[in-house]
């Protein structure tokens, strides 16, 4: 039996076809399973993320096995005559899976094509040629992805997704449509999907001015309550200047209907038509399926972003913490939750601070490529740093746009991008508490620390799932053992699920194994090696705090106060204070209080296989005896000073 010529449909309810008839694609879980592959459009697909679709946090024992037969379930349903154990669609390995689909096959394929091609035209100042495309890219639109949560019971990051990048098209749709005065092609999408997302300002404001072009400004005006309403209940802010200018516009042109649409293009140059709302920037990368932790800081730093909608000032928050905190992870999922808020678009930049070649990115060459997004011409990029800065404010100034700076070595890196509206917001990631942008732009700084206990088991669970037997014991163990640092646990669940027939002990077993070491966190790719994230900080020290990094690992303690620190070191006070400094600068110690430093475990492990890789066995024994006869000397004043006051 031949598979017969296939076409898939997901923008809308799940469908798929063969030859023309659909296909009955099996139970609801089958049907998420496939759902999901098609929505990440040939992207491959991790066991994390199905398990984290079909059961959220609480999943089965058996989670892993049942994706495994849903996916071959999906397998047989696409390809009937495929023989057993060949290479078909759906491909396998290394704990994920893709569905291979030609780009006339799926509707949201040729969703995307028609508007690359539309923004293109658009771009070049063929408005009208480029909304027709659009308009044939919102006609493939049936609704929410996939069903959306009538289907799905919830909403899923990579569905919503889909949606947000439809609600950016029938956005920029409107727009063109409401200059040129093609509006009845496209309101009745426009609408609809502006109704999935209520508190996109931006989007709400267009279908208002559509509306109110196609001769309906009754219903215009009720929309505009409906909305002002809904902001001050959920949000508890009024309307942006967007949304009420055009209500004002609304309002304005009163009686029956104002004057035809395309009468308006004359009225204003060319240049001011938001031609660049077609090169809109979506440059954040995919937020991690299954989230979890540091709910509380989200919920603050929602709630302190947020809080400047009502502000003149530029909404700036930095994050900083030791390596392998997850400080990168935290910061594009919060961007994603604000991503509605910022409809104008995202810019995001890996700024390579810590970059293992020691190469932090040259912020001119950042604005140059943050221009070309913003689409400004290569020949109209200005040569020096300050120009460039000033044209890109231009472009941002009254834009609600998000820009992410991750990684970044100092304040010096960070300051030359920064926009100079109000209505942009900027997440900005580092391992320096990054203090100037606190004193200069006022800046909010959060630490990022280890997880909590129960937030790193739930950590765990939510990113192994099932792969291995309920032992909360070997849990707990692993949790420990990890540190609570996310970067470990993260590698620690990616081995459990390469490896699902293994036990949750086996696992505690071979970290036990290698306790004081890192061997129990190799891995295969330097982005995630711990070795390898915690060496982009000692990389930048210099040679005297290094070396002072490597000594404090022979200390019994992973907490020593400054006169312990320069007993190991031989060093002044003084001295020894300013290397402390370096070393908590670049997040390889942490302070614990007054004159006290603490190191995380693993660092410490870190730091002690590099001092017996570096330093030679005299160096260590006298850096021991020092600190040994420091620590008798402080015995000796403790119990010597009761007996001398009972003198």
């Avoid at 304005?252 to 140059?269: F, I, M, N, S, Y």
């Avoid at 992870?329 to 808020?341: E, G, I, K, P």
């Avoid at 993260?490 to 699920?497: F, P």
């Amino acid at each position: 039996m031949a598979s017969g010529v296939l076409r898939f449909e997901v923008l809308g309810p799940l469908r798929v076809r063969r030859d023309g008839l659909e296909v009955d694609l099996g139970p609801a879980q089958q049907r998420s399973v496939l759902a999901l592959l098609l929505a990440r459009a040939g992207e491959p697909v991790t066991i994390a993320e199905f398990v984290d679709l079909l059961w959220g946090a609480d999943p089965p024992s058996s989670a892993v096995n049942v994706v495994h037969r849903h996916v071959g379930a999906v397998r047989r349903l696409l390809e009937p005559a495929l023989p057993p154990r060949s290479t078909g669609r759906v491909v396998g390995g290394a704990g994920e899976y893709r569905l291979t689909v030609a780009p006339d096959e799926l509707d949201l394929t040729r969703f995307r094509r028609l508007v690359t091609r539309g923004r293109d035209l658009a771009a070049q100042g063929r408005l009208a040629d480029g909304l027709a495309l659009a308009v044939d890219a919102l006609s493939l639109w049936r609704g929410p992805c996939a069903g959306g949560p009538a289907f799905l019971r919830r909403d899923h990051p990579p569905f919503t997704a889909v949606d947000r990048e439809c609600a950016e098209v029938a956005r920029e749709a409107a727009e063109a449509a409401h200059y040129t005065g093609t509006v009845h092609p496209v309101l009745a999408t426009v609408l609809a999907i502006a109704d999935l997302f209520p508190l996109d300002e931006a989007l709400q404001a267009q279908t208002l001015l559509l509306l109110e072009a196609g001769g309906r400004r009754t219903e215009a005006v009720a929309r505009y309550e409906r909305i002002r309403a809904r902001l001050a209940d959920e949000l508890g802010t009024d309307p942006d200047a967007e949304l009420r200018q055009a209500y004002d516009e609304v309002v304005r042109r009163g009686g029956p209907a104002g004057p035809p649409a395309h009468a308006r293009v004359a009225e204003e140059p060319a240049t001011a038509l938001r031609l660049a709302g077609f090169l809109r920037p979506a440059q954040l990368p995919p937020d991690l399926p299954g989230f979890t932790g540091r709910e509380e800081q989200i919920r603050h730093m929602l709630r302190v972003l947020r809080s400047h909608r009502t502000r003149t000032a530029m909404p700036l928050l930095a994050l900083d913490g030791l390596p392998g905190s997850g400080k990168t992870t935290c910061a594009v999922h919060l961007a994603h939750r604000l991503a509605d808020s910022c409809p104008d678009g995202q810019l995001y930049v890996d700024l390579q601070g810590f970059h293992p070649r020691g190469r932090a990115l040259d912020p001119l060459d950042v604005l140059g490529c943050f221009l070309g997004l913003l689409g400004v011409p290569d020949r109209a990029i200005p040569a020096a740093l300050d120009a460039r800065l000033r044209l890109a404010r231009s472009h941002l100034a009254g834009r609600r746009v998000m820009i992410v700076l991750d990684n970044a070595r100092d304040v010096d890196q960070v300051r030359h991008l920064l926009p100079g509206s109000a209505d942009c917001l900027v997440l900005v990631t580092s391992r320096h508490r990054l203090d100037g942008l606190a004193t200069a732009y006022g800046a909010h700084l959060v630490t990022l620390d280890v997880l909590p206990p129960d937030e790193a088991r739930r950590f765990l669970r939510t990113r192994i799932g099932a792969a291995g037997p309920a032992d909360d014991g070997a849990l707990d163990e692993i949790v420990e053992r990890c540190g609570r640092l996310p970067l470990a646990l993260a590698l620690v669940s990616g081995r459990a699920l390469e490896h699902p027939d293994r036990a949750l002990a086996d696992l505690a077993r071979e970290l036990r194994a290698a306790q004081g070491t890192l061997d129990g966190f190799a891995s295969h790719t330097a982005q995630t090696d711990l070795r390898t994230a915690f060496s982009w900080s000692y990389r930048l020290l210099g040679e005297p705090a290094a070396r002072l990094f490597r000594l404090l690992s022979l200390g019994p303690d992973r907490e020593i106060g400054l006169p312990a620190v320069a007993s190991l070191a031989g060093l002044p006070v003084r001295q020894c204070r300013d290397l402390v400094g370096e070393l908590v600068h670049t997040g390889l110690l942490t302070r614990a209080g007054p004159g006290r430093f603490r190191s995380h475990d693993l660092i410490h492990a870190y730091a002690r296989e590099l001092c017996h890789e570096q330093d030679a066995e005299p160096v260590r024994r006298a850096a021991r005896r020092r600190l040994h006869r420091r620590h008798s000397r402080h015995l000796d004043d403790t119990v010597g000073a009761p007996a001398l006051r009972g003198r």
